[in-house]
């Protein structure tokens, strides 16, 4: 059995803690960032993790955004839609991926090209 | 003397006894009663909220480096907690429990088990299922075979995985250090993945992972100052720590190509979590010493098989949870009764 002064107190604090956790989910929403930090790819073969920052920046790898982003896109970071590298589009988004990726670190000789290297199976 | 006649059986030791009036012969000259013997003063509410108070560090580190996400996980988680126990008292017609601050320290754990960018909803359901279905149905506190938390934890990874890929779950923030979450590393791309991260990094919190899970040295001074209030038995956090330690140990030097060193094992993940706050609970865990030793123990080396050779990243949820339910087992292992019956004595 618990005191009333228990019981008060508890009240108290789930009352102070539902405010304060709706005041911050609501509040404060997860935001995607305008540049992405980090991308995640889903593919047929596991996750694929990008670190779109180091890639970008001129302290990091210093690749342009016109090597990857060949097309101007508006409002969208997807490349697989209906006019980019969707399913029925040529090349597909593995495709176009997988050359520009490990095309460019074969080329510069450095980075993972092996599948196991990238990809999360 | 008068003194001499003065009862065999002091009053005060036995208060439930009546006093014997000096100079007649107590009716019994030995009282077995079962325990407790002795009442030092303490509560389970004051024991709830040293918990939450040892958990503090870790929580604000926490806090510190994801913000208000972080904040709102761990408020919403444990008055959600709170909320849910309210209810199911109301419900069943029971007397409100929530003033002891175990429904508190329960979702306390659980947000401590979560990502910062867990959605409400996730939280909402995780509550529910460590309050009702890990604690309450079974009778509430004490009553429980399975730590609540971790229920509800494994519950949730297993339903919702992209949620707890702390990879894609925290792929939006940047804090200054290496973001990639270690365990995930080290499963997908082996020990040559883990290299940059140092240990010191990851023993001061610099690493990614769960909102009070990341913060080894808080965890730390949490656990032991527990341990030294008697509010977690050492013998379970430490032996769950060595099991961790021997058997990644000896996972390291049968292929360090392969497999990780032990301090990383023992720096990354829910381990020191685990260890200090989650392992030693009460009613899922042990009461006797060898119990406690061999629980604890195996807890820790089937943590670092599952990481090792098993499907998940981390294993901490699946292996407490399998020893919980070895618990009773275990605890089998006890000393004998002192004495025998002897027929026809």
């Known amino acids: 059995m618990t005191t009333k002064g228990e019981q008060s107190f508890a009240f108290a604090l789930a009352a102070i803690l539902l405010v304060v956790g709706v005041v911050c989910y609501a509040a404060f929403p997860q935001k995607t960032p305008e540049e992405p930090v980090r991308l995640l790819f889903k593919t047929t073969a596991g996750k694929v993790l990008l670190d779109h920052k180091t890639h970008a920046a001129d302290e990091g790898y210093g690749v342009a955004c016109d090597e990857c982003h060949h097309e101007e896109q508006e409002d969208s970071s997807s490349c697989s839609g209906e006019d980019c590298h969707g399913p029925d589009s040529e090349p597909k988004r593995s495709d176009a991926l997988h050359t520009n990726c490990k095309g460019c670190h074969e080329d510069g000789g450095a980075g993972p090209v092996e599948c196991r290297a990238c990809h999360v199976m | ?345």
């Open chain 2, 1 to 345: 003397m008068s003194n001499e006649k003065k009862p065999v059986v002091p009053h005060d030791l036995f208060p439930w006894k009546p006093a014997k009036e000096a100079g007649k012969a107590p009716a019994k000259k030995l009282v077995v009663a079962h325990a407790p013997f002795w009442h030092d003063g303490g509560k389970i509410s004051t024991k709830n909220y040293h918990i939450m108070l040892a958990a503090l560090p870790a929580v604000l580190m926490g806090i510190s480096q994801y913000g208000a996400p972080a904040l709102g996980v761990i408020a919403f988680a444990m008055a959600c907690a709170m909320i849910s126990e309210l209810v199911w008292n109301l419900v069943l017609g029971k007397s409100i429990s929530i003033g002891d601050g175990s429904a508190a320290v329960t979702g306390l754990m659980l947000g401590m088990l979560m990502p910062a960018t867990a959605p409400w909803w996730v939280v909402l359901l995780g509550t529910f299922i460590a309050i009702v279905v890990g604690k309450q149905i079974f009778g509430g506190i004490g009553f429980n075979p399975l730590n609540p938390p971790l229920l509800a934890l494994a519950m949730l990874v297993i339903s919702f995985r992209g949620i707890f890929d702390f990879n894609e779950a925290l792929r939006h923030y940047d804090l200054g250090f290496v973001m990639t979450y270690p365990l995930a590393d080290l499963k997908a791309f082996g020990p040559a993945a883990i290299e940059k991260f140092s240990l010191g990094d990851l023993f001061m919190g610099r690493q990614a992972g769960a909102i009070g899970s990341t913060f080894g040295l808080g965890l730390i001074v949490g656990g032991v100052y527990l341990m030294l209030r008697g509010y977690v038995r050492w013998e379970i956090s430490l032996s769950f720590l060595a099991g961790v330690f021997i058997t990644a140990l000896l996972f390291n030097l049968s292929d360090s190509a392969k497999y990780a060193g032990p301090l990383f094992h023992l720096f990354t993940g829910y381990t020191l979590i685990a260890a200090f706050f989650v392992v030693p609970e009460d009613s899922s865990s042990p009461a006797n010493f060898i119990p406690m030793l061999l629980f604890g123990a195996l807890a820790g080396l089937m943590t670092v098989l599952i990481r090792n050779i098993g499907a998940y990243v981390d294993g901490v949820p699946f292996s407490i949870l399998l020893m919980n339910l070895a618990n009773p087992l275990l605890d089998k292992i006890r000393p004998k009764a002192i004495g025998k019956v002897v027929e026809n004595a």
